[in-house]
């Protein structure tokens, strides 16, 4: 899982604001890049990488306002592809935080415990316990998938590097 756990790293970090990461993408993730042995999953992020860096920063920031704080279909909180109903959402969640804390990983209150990037970096930390918590979440990043490919979006094909990763646990 270490090729995957690099992987989670960096969609953890793709798929946060762009503020937060943006100015750091010639040299922290061009250079974890680098280091990735799955070819594909390497092309990929590159590619998204590659196309960002050739946008303009309001641009590529507005780009993200627009697709995941604006759309229900499109947001990265996985439990609210999987339902509707507040209080069967609210036990899921406090569950989840229960099983990063079982891992023996303790949640910030800054973010929701199935926030994608948080997932994703937790995925990273803790390898060891990526293909249950993927697999929890499993039809929601199918949903997500599909729905950002339906609006074409970039982060698409970053959901196709999360596919890679779950098809090698």
Not at 60 to 72: G, K
Request: charge should be negative.
């Amino acid at each position: 899982m270490k090729d995957e756990g690099r992987i989670c790293h960096i969609l953890s970090v793709l798929f946060r604001y762009p503020e937060e990461w943006l100015d750091d993408i010639d040299d922290q993730i061009t250079s974890e890049l680098s280091g990735i042995q799955n070819e594909d999953a390497a092309a990929r992020l590159a590619k998204f990488v590659q196309d960002l860096q050739v946008k303009e920063r309001e641009e590529a920031l507005e780009r993200y306002v627009e697709t995941f704080d604006f759309s229900e279909r499109t947001n990265l909180y996985l439990t609210s592809h999987l339902m509707e109903d507040k209080q069967e959402r609210g036990r899921r969640l406090a569950e989840l935080k229960d099983f990063y804390a079982e891992a023996g990983v303790l949640m910030t209150e800054e973010e929701l415990p199935d926030y994608l990037p948080l997932v994703l970096e937790f995925c990273f930390l803790k390898p060891e316990y990526a293909p249950k918590i993927l697999k929890r979440f499993e039809a929601a990043i199918r949903e997500l998938t599909g729905n950002l490919s339906e609006l074409n979006s970039p982060y698409a094909k970053l959901m196709q590097v999360l596919a890679l990763v779950m098809e090698k646990n």
